[in-house]
């Protein structure tokens, strides 16, 4: 199958959170699987690492943004170590900027225009280059227009007519919201812009957009499938989404094997296997006090967390529950950056507590391989997580999560209760009620198990033998592809 996968961010290319690593875990392993996937996504110059050899196509599109002529050049550059395609769209005043979205924690004013160009370059550039894909596989907000181009300006160029569509969800609470008038940058008519399709309470709004538009919407784990159909989880769009519900399918993220997997980790100072752990993991968790400045004890507790700081990712839970951690005999290491309110707690733990709380505020992909390596338990009380990879990567590192059951955490961690205990299935912690009561229990329970040696290395076992890979879910994705395509009119 040709399938051409539009994302904003890509590992190595840029990256902000998950869908950097989801882009290309799925490229590679369709890749793997005898797919032609190009990745298509905006050339964030100052980000793509010098040693990427990236080429010209000799290829550019030219885009009336409103009353405008915008053009990109297109580059080209290969996923190593895969048959993977990538086509960068260098637009310098769009994405050569200091960040991909915000810059010093406020919103780009113009990322609708930034986006609808991408989107739009998308298409062009996949005609010029007559890629004529199978399926173009969009993600989030910021290529939800792609499906409505498809159907509304596309639909009819031999290049596109056989083309399905689907969008990804990977978080409902990022929509791509703009003011109505902001329609004019999206090259579409005005007909479009109505309560069933583009707009949404007065707004253009772009994921909805994609979800209506795509012949199927995915998400990242069976639960926030569920979820996102419900008030609580819908972020307003649950009637829009249980309308598609026929066409909705949770397919939980796999973890991409060549980057987070203790055995080949490049960044880690020893490397280990679920065969023989014990030794490399302590090497790393001495390696970890050492840089995070921490004292090193070998037989302290050291917890990780390594997150976006937003509401979203539980950091109330964590200011809550904080005094009552801090009396125990703890480590934890912290690394993170987002909302100035959400680094300040982390900042304000770490000075109250030097020798037990190290707290990195910054975007460290490195440090962050070394966290999921040398700590013990990984702290994830998200109020919400349409899939997780962190804590997928902890059970791959043998390091404990413990979890909100919610979205994707609550399809990839077993509770270390009863039964799940006893026929060696647990491989962490889960509480149900988003409170510091319950997740102050599983931190109890977590240190218990601690002490508790042959109970705790049945757990990590479990954790580091559990089937991650990518294979299953690039299997589930490409049903959706054919069920997509199953859907195009003869
Ligand atoms: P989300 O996409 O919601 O941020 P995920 O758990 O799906 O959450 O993925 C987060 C990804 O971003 C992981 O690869 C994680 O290691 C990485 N990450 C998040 N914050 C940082 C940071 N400050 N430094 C380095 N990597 C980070
Ligand atoms: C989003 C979600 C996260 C998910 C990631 C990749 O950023 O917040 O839960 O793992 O996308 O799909």
Same mark, same amino acid.
């Given at each position: 199958?040709?399938?051409?996968?539009?994302?904003?961010?890509?590992?190595?290319?840029?990256?902000?959170?998950?869908?950097?690593?989801?882009?290309?875990?799925?490229?590679?392993?369709? /890749?793997?699987? %005898?797919?032609?996937?190009?990745?298509?996504?905006?050339?964030?110059?100052?980000?793509?690492?010098?040693?990427?050899?990236?080429?010209?196509?000799?290829?550019?599109? &030219?885009?009336?943004?409103?009353?405008?002529?915008?053009?990109?050049?297109?580059?080209?550059?290969?996923?190593?170590?895969?048959? $993977?395609?990538?086509?960068?769209?260098?637009?310098?005043?769009?994405?050569?900027?200091?960040?991909?979205?915000?810059?010093?924690?406020?919103?780009?004013?113009?990322?609708?225009?930034?986006?609808?160009?991408?989107?739009?370059?998308?298409?062009?550039?996949?005609?010029?280059?007559?890629?004529?894909?199978?399926?173009?596989?969009?993600?989030?907000? @910021?290529? %939800?227009?792609?499906?409505?181009?498809?159907?509304?300006?596309?639909?009819?160029?031999?290049?596109? &007519?056989?083309?399905?569509?689907?969008?990804?969800?990977?978080?409902?609470?990022?929509? %791509?919201?703009?003011?109505?008038?902001?329609?004019?940058?999206?090259?579409?008519?005005?007909?479009?812009?109505?309560?069933? @399709?583009?707009?949404?309470?007065?707004?253009?709004?772009?994921?909805?957009?994609?979800?209506?538009?795509? @012949?199927?919407?995915?998400?990242?784990?069976?639960?926030?499938?569920?979820?996102?159909?419900?008030?609580?989880?819908?972020?307003?769009?649950?009637?829009?989404?249980?309308?598609?519900?026929?066409?909705?399918?949770?397919?939980?993220?796999?973890?991409?094997?060549?980057?987070?997997?203790? &055995?080949?980790?490049?960044?880690?100072?020893?490397?280990?296997?679920?065969?023989?752990?014990?030794?490399?993991?302590?090497?790393?968790?001495?390696?970890?006090?050492?840089?995070?400045?921490?004292?090193?004890?070998?037989? $302290?507790?050291?917890?990780?967390?390594?997150?976006?700081?937003?509401?979203?990712?539980?950091?109330?839970?964590?200011?809550?529950?904080?005094?009552?951690?801090?009396?125990?005999?703890?480590?934890?290491?912290?690394? /993170?950056?987002?909302?100035?309110?959400?680094?300040?707690? $982390?900042?304000?733990?770490?000075?109250?507590?030097?020798?037990?709380?190290?707290?990195?505020?910054?975007?460290?992909?490195?440090?962050?391989?070394?966290?999921?390596?040398?700590?013990?338990?990984?702290?994830?009380?998200?109020?919400?997580?349409?899939?997780?990879?962190?804590?997928?990567?902890?059970?791959?590192?043998?390091?404990?999560?413990?979890?909100?059951?919610?979205?994707?955490?609550?399809?990839?961690?077993?509770?270390?209760?009863?039964?799940?205990?006893?026929?060696?299935?647990?491989? %962490?912690?889960?509480?149900?009620?988003?409170?510091?009561?319950?997740?102050?229990?599983?931190?109890?329970?977590?240190?218990?198990?601690?002490?508790?040696?042959?109970?705790?290395?049945?757990?990590?076992?479990?954790?580091?033998?559990?089937?991650?890979?990518?294979?299953?879910?690039?299997?589930?994705?490409?049903?959706?592809?054919?069920?997509?395509?199953?859907?195009?009119?003869?």
């Amino acid at each position: 199958m040709r399938i051409l996968i539009a994302t904003s961010e890509a590992v190595p290319f840029a990256k902000t959170g998950g869908l950097a690593d989801v882009a290309t875990g799925l490229a590679r392993s369709l /890749g793997d699987l %005898g797919h032609e996937v190009t990745l298509v996504l905006p050339y964030h110059r100052r980000f793509v690492p010098a040693e990427i050899p990236v080429e010209e196509t000799g290829t550019s599109v &030219s885009i009336r943004m409103d009353e405008r002529d915008v053009s990109a050049e297109i580059w080209r550059a290969r996923l190593a170590n895969t048959p $993977v395609d990538v086509l960068l769209i260098d637009q310098p005043a769009y994405f050569d900027r200091g960040g991909l979205y915000t810059e010093s924690g406020v919103d780009y004013g113009d990322n609708c225009e930034r986006y609808a160009f991408f989107s739009r370059a998308v298409m062009e550039a996949a005609r010029k280059l007559e890629l004529s894909p199978d399926v173009i596989h969009a993600n989030d907000w @910021q290529t %939800g227009l792609i499906p409505a181009l498809l159907e509304a300006k596309y639909r009819q160029t031999p290049t596109f &007519s056989k083309t399905a569509s689907i969008i990804t969800v990977h978080n409902l609470a990022f929509q %791509g919201r703009f003011p109505g008038w902001c329609m004019k940058y999206t090259g579409l008519d005005w007909k479009y812009f109505n309560w069933l @399709q583009m707009e949404f309470w007065g707004d253009l709004n772009l994921l909805k957009t994609g979800i209506v538009f795509a @012949q199927k919407v995915t998400t990242v784990s069976p639960t926030y499938a569920r979820e996102i159909c419900q008030p609580e989880f819908g972020c307003g769009l649950d009637t829009v989404l249980a309308s598609r519900s026929e066409d909705l399918v949770g397919i939980l993220n796999g973890v991409d094997t060549s980057e987070w997997n203790p &055995s080949v980790d490049r960044h880690i100072p020893q490397r280990y296997s679920a065969g023989s752990w014990k030794a490399g993991k302590a090497a790393c968790k001495r390696e970890l006090q050492r840089e995070s400045g921490l004292p090193e004890r070998p037989d $302290v507790p050291l917890f990780g967390m390594i997150s976006r700081l937003t509401d979203q990712k539980g950091l109330d839970l964590i200011a809550d529950v904080a005094d009552d951690f801090l009396r125990n005999d703890v480590q934890i290491a912290f690394l /993170g950056t987002g909302e100035a309110h959400c680094e300040q707690l $982390v900042r304000s733990l770490a000075l109250r507590a030097p020798d037990k709380v190290s707290a990195v505020i910054g975007f460290d992909e490195q440090l962050a391989h070394r966290i999921e390596a040398g700590a013990d338990i990984y702290l994830m009380p998200s109020r919400f997580e349409p899939c997780g990879l962190n804590q997928q990567y902890s059970m791959a590192y043998g390091t404990i999560p413990i979890v909100h059951a919610v979205g994707g955490l609550a399809d990839s961690v077993v509770d270390a209760s009863g039964p799940n205990l006893m026929h060696g299935r647990a491989t %962490g912690f889960v509480f149900h009620d988003y409170a510091a009561g319950p997740f102050a229990g599983k931190i109890r329970e977590s240190l218990r198990l601690y002490d508790a040696r042959p109970t705790r290395q049945s757990v990590v076992e479990a954790g580091m033998k559990r089937d991650c890979s990518w294979e299953r879910s690039a299997a589930e994705y490409l049903d959706v592809y054919r069920g997509a395509l199953e859907k195009l009119p003869d």
